[in-house]
T-cell receptor, first 112, second 115 residues
């Protein structure tokens, strides 16, 4: 099955700086890569996703890049704010397979 | 629009006791998932329903776990008997068929502690 690895496990950044989280996946058939944000006591919430026919996608301060050849994808958060503090999960799946494999998560702390 | 509703939010039980979790998905979402999230880990799929049919339960420990989704709406996940290693957050999610099952909406989960 799919194996998703995520790094780093923790990330502390100064408010206003950028944060980058990287993930690798094992199954070359995977073609859908979402990112979820989980705040304390809540369930994961989808923040952005990308499909394998696209190399980069941006939504305001967040962006995701995908390198299919190397089988890795990254989340970029620019101009970080205190409300960006949370646990972020990457995931991968084969479209229409309905089975998301999640990374272990990255705890992001934005220092004021 | 109401999100995915789960109850209870917290449950503390002694080992060997039974426990049940309830989930109400977003209205109109025919695909329902139960995930388990261990501390410091990402969610792992236990079972997926399409309407009332369990179409993927390969990761469900069937000796002690059971689930049902009557009438294709609400769902219940049960553990009997619970073991210490079952302590985790149990998340329910739903998605709308026709979207490739990709955009999952999660509930806030039930945090289970087995003593």
């Amino acid at each position: 099955g799919e194996n998703v690895e995520q790094h780093p496990s923790t990330l502390s950044v100064q408010e206003g700086d950028s944060a980058v989280i990287k993930c690798t996946y094992s199954d070359s058939a995977s073609n859908y890569f979402p990112w979820y944000k989980q705040e304390l006591g809540k369930g994961p919430q989808l923040i952005i996703d990308i499909r394998s026919n696209v190399g980069e996608k941006k939504d305001q301060r967040i962006a995701v890049t995908l390198n299919k050849t190397a089988k890795h994808f990254s989340l970029h958060i620019t101009e970080t704010q205190p409300e960006d503090s949370a646990v972020y999960f990457c995931a991968a799946s084969i479209r229409n397979d309905y089975k998301l494999s999640f990374g272990a998560g990255t705890t992001v702390t934005v220092r004021a | 629009e109401a999100g995915v509703v789960q109850s209870p939010r917290y449950k503390i039980i002694e080992k060997k006791q039974p426990v049940a979790f309830w989930c109400n998905p977003i209205s109109g979402h025919n695909t329902l998932y139960w995930y388990r999230q261990n501390l410091g880990q990402g969610p792992e799929l236990l079972i997926r329903y399409e309407n009332e049919e369990a179409v993927d339960d390969s990761q469900l420990p069937k000796d002690r776990f059971s689930a049902e989704r009557l009438k294709g709406v609400d769902s219940t996940l049960k553990i009997q008997p619970a073991e210490l290693g079952d302590s985790a957050v149990y998340l329910c999610a739903s998605s709308l068929r026709g979207t490739g099952g990709e955009k999952l909406f999660f509930g806030s989960g039930t945090q289970l502690s087995v003593l």
